[in-house]
C-alpha cells in the first residue's frame, strides 16, 4: 500500500464489470462520478422493443420506521409471452441503467419466442432512474443506507409477486432469474433467498466466492496476465515492464509532458499523484479488456474490434532490448485501441475507463459495505506492481469516502459463501477468459448447482447477443441453458397442476 | 370493530404463546408493559446448569449507517457436548426471557447427553436482556426499527458462525434450530434463509401460516372452541352464553359491583369501556388455557392444575335454564382456576394474563409490523363474540401506538408463504389441541419437510420435560424427532468427511 488514493484503487477493483482504477481524492472522485449516473445507455446491437414501467417500492423493507416509497424502473416485453401461464424471463438488474443491460442481455431476446417468454428487466435501486431519494440519493451515508443487494433482492421480490398478482394470465407463470456480473450474483442469491419466487436462476459470470477466505485474492490479476500472455508474443511480459518504464521517465519534468502527449491525455501529467493515476488508469484498461475480450466486433464497455487483446499484443511485442520510451509508446498504442478504436476520441481521459451507463459511486459504495472483494498483485504470477491485499487501509478509505466501514464477513455469512450445496436450480456460468472467473463457481455443486464453462469465453459472453464468430462452446453454453430453463418450467407446470388448489 | 381499543385486543390475539387481550389505552399499555420487561424467570422443572455470555452484535445488519453493537445475551451448555465435531441444538429464541424458555424446554436437556450435543439458547433481540439501546430500547419507533425477525435471524447467524469459530472444537460441528411458537417459526425461516448455517431445525407449534390469505382467520378460536366442548358438558356453550350475560349483568352500577366482587378484581369495573377489557380478559383467558392444556401439573403461562380445562369445565356444565348469575358465579369460578390455582392471588388482575417473562410491547410491535396474523370470530364454529379481521382498524391503531403500519403481505413475500416445498430438513410439529395449530404446517409437505402431529397436545407439549403423564403421541413425536436429528447430524459428518477441504 502507497497512499490513501492507491488503497480506494483496490476499492474500485472490486467494481463489477467495470473496475475503475480511477486515483482520484475522495471529494473529488464522489462529484464527478455523481454526474455519470443517469448517463445515456447506447447499443451497437439489434434494437429491442419493451414498454417502460414504474413500480412504487418501499425504501426501507427491513425496517418500518422509514415507510416512503421511490419508484422503481423496470422493462417489459410480452411479445412472445403465450399467457396465461408462460413462463417469466426476470433479469435482476445490477449497477447501472438497467436500458444499458436489457439492450447487452441479447440472450434473453433470442430466447423468448422459443420460450414463449414474458421478458422483465427490473432495475437495481439507487441506478439509472431508481433513486430512493431523487437527485438526494448520493447524497449522504444517511441516504445511501438502503442501498444492499438484500434491499434490491426484496425490490425484485415484491416486484415480481405485484406482477403474478396484477398481470391477467401470470399468477401461475413460473419466473426465472437470469442476470450476469454483479446481477448474476444476485440471480443466483435471489434463487437462494426467495426460491419460492424463482424457479431457478441463470448467473452467468457471477463472482459468489470474491469474498474475504473464499478465494485466493491474486486469481483475478492471474487470469487477466494470461490473457495477454496467450494473445501474443511478450505481450504480458512488456506490460510487467512498463511500470517501471513510467517510474522512470515521470520522474522528470519533461518524461511527464513526454508521456501526457504520448497517450494524448485530457490532462497532462503534473505530479506523483498524478503519475499514480495514470498506472491505475493503465491497469484498469487490461482488466477491462480481458473482461471484454469477445470473438467479434463489439461496443459494451468501449467500441471494441473483436480478440480485442490480440490488437493491443501487437504493439506490445518488443524483445528485452526495447528502451522505456519504445515501450511506452507501445503501450500508449495499445491503449489507444481501447479507447480510440473508432477514432473520435480527441484526448484520452484518465478518469473514464468505460460506459457511463454504469454507476460507479453506487458500486464504490456496495464495495465499502458488503461487496468487500480481496484483490492483490505480485508481479510474478502477473503483470502488475505487486500490491498486498490491506482491509484496514480499504476500511479507512470507506470511512473517509463515505462515512461507514465495510463488514468483511457479512456477504459470506447472509448468502453462505462455500456451503451452498442445499440449493438447487442455479446455473453459474464462466468465460475462461474472464478474470471474474476465479470467484465464480466453476465446477458442479450438485445435480442443479451447476457449472457451465465456456473456455473461451469473456464476461458473461452467453448473454449477449448470438454472433456468426462466436466460439462453439457459449453456443453450447447457451443451448444447455435453454435446456434447464425448460426443464424448470415444465417441472414447475407440473407441480402446479398437482397441487390442490388450482 | 366496536372501539379502536377493541382493535388492538386484536393485535393483541397475535402474541404467540400469551395472547394479551389487554384492553387499555395506548399510552397506558405502553408503559405498563414496558415494566415488564426484565421480570424475572420461573420454573418448576428440574434445574438446568448453564453458563450466561453475552456477544456484540450489529444493531443492523441490513443497514451501514448504524454501526452500533449490543451485548445478546445467550445460555450455553457443553456438559454432554462430545467435541471436536459434536451437534449443537441451538434454541431460537423468541419473545422473551431466555432464561424461561431455556427452563422450559426440557426436550433439549433431555436429548443432549444421546446426542452428545452442546445446547445454545440465543435471546432475541428487544427481549430479556438483550435490549439493542437498553433502557431507550423501547422509546420510540426509532430505536424500534431494529426489531425485526430479520434481523433476529441475522444475530443468529452472526452468533453461530462467531461460535464455530472461536470454541475449539466447534468448527465443524453440524447445528441444528430448535424453537417453539414464534421461536419455531424463527427455527423454520432461519434454516429456510440459512441452510449453510443449520442442517436442520424443528419448528414446535410453529404458526408460519397464521398470515393473511394463507389460512381462515376462524380456524383458530375454532380449536379453543373445540377443546372446551370435548372437556365438559356444555362447556363451551355456556361460555359463548357468558358475553351475553356479561353485557347483561353490566348493564347496571349495582350488576358491575357484583361482576367485581364476584371475580374478586383488583380494580373495579366502572364503565362500559372496563366490562369491553374484562370481556376481553376472559376471551384471553380460554385462550391461554387451550395453549396450555397439558395432561399434567405444570406451571407455563400460570400454575395449573393436570388438564387445566376439564377443571374449568365442571363449573360451567349449567344446563339451558341457568341465570346470567348463576352462568357468571361459574364462570368466574373457572377463571380462578387460571389465575389462583396456588390460592396465593388476592385479586385478579384484568391487564394481566401470564407470565411476566414474556415481553409484551415488543410482540405488539412486531404484531404491528410483519406478524400480522389476522384473527376473527363469529360466534356459532367459536364460542366468541363475533368479530371480523379489519386489518384497517388494526392498522390504524398500530400508527396510533407506535407511529407505524403494518405491512400486511411481507412476511408472505419474505418467508414464502405456502410455497416453501424447495426448502428441506424441517421439523413441523403441532399439537391438536393448540390453537396455533391452525396457522401451522399440519400435513407432510415433502420427504424432508415433515409434519409430526401430537393429537392430544397443546402448545409446544413436544418441547417441554417428559412426564409420567405424557400421552404417547409425545413421547413417539419426540422419539422421530431425535431419529431426524441423528439423520441430519449423520448426513452432515459424512458432507463433512467428503469435502475435499477438511
New interface residues.
Partial sequence: MRTGEKVLDRAAATCILTLCFVCLHVTALKSQLFTRLGGLPYSTEPPVSYKTFYFDQ?ID?????E?GTFKQRYLLSDKYWQQPGGPILFYTGNEGDITWFCNNTGFMWEIAEELGAMLVFAEHRYYGESLPFGQDSYSD??H???L?S??AL?DF??LI?NLKGTLPGAQHSPVIAVGGSYGGMLSAWFRM?????VVGALASSAPIWQFPGMVPCGDFYKTVTQDFAKSGINCDANIRKSWKAVNNVSSSASGLQWLSEEFSLCAPLKNKNDVLTFKSWLQETWVNLAMVDYPYEANFLQPLPRWPIQVVCKYLSFDSTVSDYQLLQGVAQAAKVYYNYTGSSPCLNTSQTATSSLGYLGWFYQAC?EMVMPMCTDGVQDMFEPEEWNFQAFSDECKAMFG??P?A??AG??Y??K???????IIFSNGGLDPWSSGGVTSNISHSLVSIMIPDGAHHLDLRYSNDLDPPSVRAARALEVKYFQEWIKKAKK?HRAAPTG
Wanted: glycine fraction near 8%.
Fill in positions: 418501499k423493507h427491513f425496517g418500518f420506521l415507510d451515508s444517511k445511501l443506507n438502503y444492499t438484500e434491499q426484496a421480490a415484491v409477486q433467498k426467495y426460491p419460492h419466487v459495505t461507514i466501514r463488514r464477513d457479512w455469512t447472509v453462505g459463501g456451503e451452498i450445496s442445499s440449493h438447487s436450480n407441480a
